[in-house]
């Protein structure tokens, strides 16, 4: 059974940092294509950031340059940091397997201005 379980998410004035991370089980977590998206509501979910088995990254225009993804292979984690956080940032953000359609429950990333 997959299994994916963010933390990390919570309340960050904007300028701040927040880390969130992914727990996977129940698949082949290295040959994995890893997502982390979010959704506002009232808005369409997007891509934030996904990196592949062997470590390339892609960003949403938005992000670059203030997140970076990452994964601990060994741990089967994938971890989302995010700096210099903006107020538009303040979302519910999912990690995800899209090829698995496996999706995590979010976690509430909330940035004031």
């Known amino acids: 059974q997959v299994k994916l379980v963010e933390s990390g998410g919570g309340l960050v004035q904007a300028g701040g940092s927040l880390r969130l991370s992914c727990a996977a089980s129940?698949?082949?977590?290295?040959?994995?294509?890893m997502s982390w998206y979010r959704q506002i509501p009232g808005k369409e979910r997007e891509l934030v950031a996904h990196?592949?088995?062997?470590?390339?990254?892609n960003y949403a225009d938005s992000v670059k340059g203030r997140f970076t993804i990452s994964r601990d292979n060994t741990k089967n984690m994938v971890h989302l940091q995010m700096n210099s956080l903006k107020p538009e940032d303040t979302a519910v953000y999912y990690c995800?397997?899209?090829?698995?359609?496996?999706w995590g429950q979010g976690t509430l990333v909330t940035v004031s201005s």
């Open positions: 990196i592949s088995s062997g470590g390339i990254t």
């Open positions: 995800a397997v899209q090829a698995l359609n496996a």
């Open positions: 129940g698949f082949i977590f290295n040959f994995r294509l």
